[in-house]
């Protein structure tokens, strides 16, 4: 792989009643990103083929940093009109693209070990997300202040120490319990760590 930019690619995917609402955290985090002057790529998309184009553009970007956001559950997530793509499926689509990359997903109960078995095999560096329901809002003040700490501490790039300093600072203010998952050189492939509480 060529050299990793610093910047985030934002994937999104929403159901009808959110688009009708303009509930688009991810268009709001990019915009938060723009201001700090960074670089982000916003893709909206509807369905699973839309997302597998768009993580062939991931690539071509050469970012470090994909994050997804959309609705979950504890073994599936959804796109507007594909209701579940189940853990293994998304698995097979998501693994080509993360090598020496980091995940972060916003999503209610997305981001557990069963995720993890199935992403961290990829070479992804880390995966990052809420073990629980969010709301749009809490949603959008993790990760805003997530990513301009991050690039405050590690001036302009993101380094695994930096991520889980800031969490377990950061998450407890929230009310949130966050996921972290990093990769280890051990037998399992990674280590799981929480930060925060819920409510």
């Known amino acids: 792989m060529a050299r990793t930019e610093h910047e985030v690619f934002i994937i999104e995917s929403l159901d009808l009643d959110d688009e009708k609402e303009q509930r688009f955290e991810g268009q709001i985090l990019a915009d938060i990103l723009r201001l700090g002057g960074k670089n982000p790529i916003y893709y909206y998309l509807r369905t ?14 050469q970012y470090g940093y994909l994050h997804l956001s ?8 959804a796109t507007t009109f594909n209701a579940n793509i189940e853990f293994q499926e998304l698995g097979a689509i998501l693994k080509p693209h993360l090598n020496r990359r980091h995940l972060f997903v916003s999503s209610c109960d997305v ?7 199935e992403i961290m095999p990829s070479g992804c560096l880390s995966i990052i997300g809420p073990t629980e329901e969010v709301t749009f809002d809490e949603a959008t003040v993790l990760w805003a202040s997530l ?44 280590r799981r760590r929480t930060f925060g509480t819920t409510a």
């Open 48 to 61: 699973e083929q839309e997302l597998r184009r768009i993580l062939e553009l991931f690539d071509e970007s």
């Open 111 to 117: 981001v557990n070990d069963r995720f993890a078995r």
């Open 147 to 190: 990513y301009h700490l991050a690039f405050l501490w590690g001036k302009q790039s993101m380094s695994r120490k930096d991520l889980a300093g800031i969490l377990k600072d950061f998450a407890p203010l929230l009310a949130l319990e966050v996921a972290y998952y990093g990769a280890t050189k051990s037998k399992k492939g990674y």
């Open 70 to 77: 959309c609705h979950g559950d504890r073994k599936s997530i």
